[in-house]
């Protein structure tokens, strides 16, 4: 599939971070697109200004993911009015202990980064199979191949997102539909945010990803220095690994009491 050819797209987490600079970047190469987040002012503000800058349509969906009645209404659509290109973005994270943080919390995230997630890939590839093409792109997180002090279930959650999509692109293979797992690392959702070695753009990680799942890979990991941290992460023998970031993980800790 070439890197313009998706007719219309679904966004999740649109309204701001990476979700918005995907729904950005997608306008910018004609592709229709429907966006979806809690924040229905935002959104469309969005909508207003890709549809004045880049003539594409936009069709604006508030919705709580974490909420079933939320999320069975972008279900629905996707089965109504099916896409071309599926974008699951939305994600959250909560930091600190595991027993400290409020449960609800941390089963947000699981709904969110997990279930919604499932359940809007479950949605969409039907058309998409029957179709003989398509795209579903989940972002998941260099968080997923490394353990998570502090970022417990987060971790897990990304590391979910990886294997599942990467099983997923497996199963569709031949098939004219990619699935593609979009791994960043640190990313300035904030672009005023000074340059970094670590972090990445908003719009760098967006363009990679949509490239990746047009060009049909499994796996996308955006930065070069992040490309080659991850052979060298599985070098590193597990309990090495752990330790390094535990040691990670008491001076965040140390930090954020000093603070307080």
Request: aromatic share 4%.
């Given at each position: ?248 993980w008491g001076r965040a800790v140390a930090?954020?009491?000093?603070k307080h």
């Open positions: 599939m070439r890197r313009h050819a998706y007719r219309r797209a679904l966004v999740t987490g649109a309204s701001s971070g990476i979700g918005e600079a995907f729904a950005r970047l997608l306008a910018r190469r004609g592709t229709d697109l429907v966006v979806v987040a809690r924040r229905a002012d935002l959104l469309a503000d969005l909508a207003a200004g890709l549809r004045a800058r880049d003539g594409v349509s936009v069709q604006v969906l508030p919705a709580d993911l974490t909420d079933p009645a939320g999320r069975g209404a972008v279900e629905d659509l996707l089965r109504a009015e099916p896409v071309d290109l599926l974008v699951n973005n939305a994600g959250y994270g909560a930091f600190g202990g595991f027993a400290e943080i409020s449960l609800d919390d941390q089963l947000k995230e699981v709904e969110l980064n997990v279930v919604a997630l499932m359940r809007l890939a479950h949605a969409a590839l039907p058309a998409m199979l029957d179709q003989g093409r398509g795209g579903v792109l989940n972002v998941a997180s260099m968080a997923g191949f490394v353990p998570s002090p502090g970022s417990a279930v987060y971790g897990a959650t990304k590391a979910y997102v990886t294997a599942f999509s990467e099983s997923l692109h497996a199963e569709v293979a031949g098939r004219g539909v990619h699935v593609t797992a979009l791994c960043p690392g640190f990313t300035r959702t904030d672009e005023t945010v000074g340059a970094n070695l670590l972090w990445l753009r908003r719009a760098d990680v967006a363009r990679a990803g949509l490239d990746a799942v047009a060009r049909g890979r499994a796996l996308c990991v955006p930065g070069a220095q992040y490309r080659t941290a991850l052979p060298a992460l599985k070098l590193v023998p597990r309990p090495v690994l752990r330790a390094a970031v535990q040691r990670m930090t954020h009491a000093d």
